[in-house]
C-alpha cells in the first residue's frame, strides 16, 4: 500500500499519564517527614538524578539549595541538572566518576536518587558503593528492585509533585538553607583542575576531545542538543561537554545501540526545527547508519554529524584487549567520507588538528542554519580514555578469579613482546 492510500492518521505516541500514578500511588506526610528527616539528619546528603528527572530542573535545584547537597547525574540523566551549577559535581560518583564527582560524594550518608532506579547502566556495572540510607523518587514503582523496595524509602508517582512537596516538608523542618561553600568551592577546584589537565594532553597532533567538547560548547547555543551513539566517544561526551539545558543530551545508555545517533539526529531535527542538533557518532556506527544523513539532504535538515574518525570500533577492540577475549576484526581501515558526503550532496568538512576546530564548527553551524547538512569528519585522539571507562573496566577486573587474572597478565606480557 502507498503512503497516498491510507485513509487514516498514522497513531501518535501518547505519553503515560502522571495523573493515573498520583492517585494509586498518593504519598502519605508521614512519608514525606520520614524522608525529610532521613535528608536533615544526614551529615553529607547527595543527590543522584537521572532521566525521570529531565523535567523536573527546577525542583531538583531547589531541593539541593535547600539541603546543600552536591548532584551528580546518571549516563542518561545528563541534562537532567544543569552543570553551570554549583552543585553539579559531574556524572555518577564512585571510583568511575571524574574528581569532583568522586570527592563531593566520598562521606555521603544519605542518597536522594531522583528519576533513576540505580541499576547497572546508571551506577557503571555496580562499581558505585552506594550508602546504606537511600531515597527513590521515581514515577513507576515497577523500576525498582525488591532490594531496593526492602533497603530504602522509595516514593512513587509524580516525580515533580514528590520533589516539590519533599522540599516543603524540609523546609518547615529547618527554615534556612544550608551553605556549604567548601564543598562548592572544592567542586569548582576539582572541575578546573580536570579539565586543565585534559586540555593539556597530548593528543599527538591528532584532535583531543576536550579541545572538541570545549570548542563546541563555546560556539552552540545552550538549548542545542547532543546526541549521541554508543562508543568511547559517548562517555568522553557526558564527562567533557557541560550540558545546562533539559533533554539537551540524549544517548543510546540504556541499551547500548550502536547505529542509533544518526536517526536519532533526524528525528530530533524534525521535532525541533529552530534548534542546533549536534550528533557525535563513532566511524564504526557510521558505517551501520550513515545513509540517514541522505535523509536529512532529501528533507533539507539543517543537521550536524560529528564522526569521531580513527579506523576501528575502538569500544570493542579496547574491551577485548581488558578481557583478553578473541580478538575479531576491529579495523575499519581508510574511509573516504569526504566522497560519501559528496555522493548523497551533503555537505563535508575535513577536521585534523585541534587549530581546525574553531572554524570547521562556524562553517558547519552557518551551513547547517541554511537548512544543509554537515558531516565532519574528525580525526579522533582516543589514547586518553573516560574516567567512566577506566572505572568500569577496575571494577569488572576486580570481579575475576586470581587464576583468570594470572592468565591475562601473561598473555599480556607476550602481546607486548611479540608486538
Not at 24 to 38: E, F, G
Request: proline share 5%.
Amino acid at each position: 500500500m502507498l503512503s497516498a492510500d491510507i485513509d487514516e492518521p498514522l497513531p501518535l505516541y501518547a505519553q503515560k499519564s502522571q495523573s493515573a500514578n498520583e492517585e494509586v500511588d498518593a504519598i502519605s506526610d508521614a512519608d514525606l517527614n520520614a524522608a525529610a528527616a532521613q535528608l536533615l539528619q544526614a551529615q553529607s546528603p547527595g543527590i543522584i538524578v537521572g532521566w525521570g528527572a529531565v523535567d523536573a530542573h527546577s525542583e531538583v535545584i531547589a531541593l539541593a539549595q535547600q539541603i546543600g547537597a552536591p548532584v551528580c547525574t546518571t549516563l542518561s540523566g545528563v541534562s537532567s541538572f544543569p552543570a553551570q551549577h554549583p552543585l553539579h559535581a559531574g556524572m555518577i560518583f564512585g571510583p568511575a566518576a571524574v574528581p569532583s564527582a568522586e570527592n563531593a560524594f566520598k562521606d555521603c550518608d544519605c542518597l536522594l536518587a531522583i528519576g533513576t532506579n540505580l541499576n547497572e547502566a546508571d551506577t557503571a556495572s555496580g562499581s558505585v558503593e552506594l550508602p546504606q540510607n537511600i531515597i527513590y523518587i521515581t514515577s513507576d514503582p515497577s523500576g525498582s528492585s525488591d532490594d531496593q523496595q526492602e533497603s530504602a524509602t522509595a516514593l512513587h508517582g509524580n516525580i515533580q509533585q514528590i520533589a516539590t512537596d519533599l522540599l516543603y516538608k524540609i523546609q518547615e523542618q529547618q527554615p534556612p538553607a544550608v551553605s556549604r561553600k567548601v564543598l562548592v568551592d572544592d567542586i569548582a577546584i576539582q572541575k578546573a583542575l580536570f579539565k586543565k589537565e585534559w586540555l593539556g594532553h597530548n593528543s599527538r597532533g591528532l584532535v583531543n576531545p576536550a579541545v572538541f567538547f570545549d570548542k563546541l560548547r563555546a560556539a552552540v547555543s545552550d538549548d542545542a542538543i547532543i546526541i549521541t551513539d554508543d562508543g568511547l566517544h559517548t562517555y568522553l561526551a557526558a564527562e567533557l561537554m557541560p550540558i545546562n539545558s533539559p533533554r539537551s543530551f540524549i544517548s543510546p545508555s540504556s541499551s547500548n545501540a550502536m547505529g542509533y545517533c544518526m536517526p536519532a539526529v533526524n528525528a530530533a531535527k524534525l521535532v525541533n526545527p529552530d534548534k542546533q542538533i549536534i550528533g557525535i557518532v563513532g566511524d564504526g556506527a557510521m558505517l551501520m547508519s550513515g545513509m540517514e544523513a541522505l535523509t536529512a539532504v532529501r528533507e533539507n535538515l539543517g543537521t550536524i554529524y560529528c564522526i569521531f574518525n580513527d579506523g576501528k570500533l575502538s569500544r570493542i577492540n579496547h574491551s577485548q584487549r581488558v578481557s583478553d577475549s578473541q580478538t575479531t576484526c576491529t579495523q575499519l581501515g581508510n574511509i573516504n567520507w569526504g566522497a560519501f558526503a559528496d555522493s548523497i550532496e551533503c555537505g563535508y568538512i575535513p577536521v585534523r588538528h585541534n587549530n581546525d576546530i574553531e572554524v570547521a564548527l562556524r562553517h558547519a553551524l552557518e551551513t547547517a542554519a541554511h537548512n544543509q547538512p554537515v558531516i565532519l569528519d574528525i580525526t579522533i585522539d582516543y589514547s586518553r580514555r573516560s574516567n567512566y571507562a577506566q572505572g568500569v573496566e577496575k571494577t569488572q577486573a576486580a570481579r575475576l578469579t586470581g587464576g583468570n587474572k594470572l592468565g591475562m597478565l601473561g598473555r599480556a606480557i607476550v602481546r607486548k613482546l611479540t608486538g
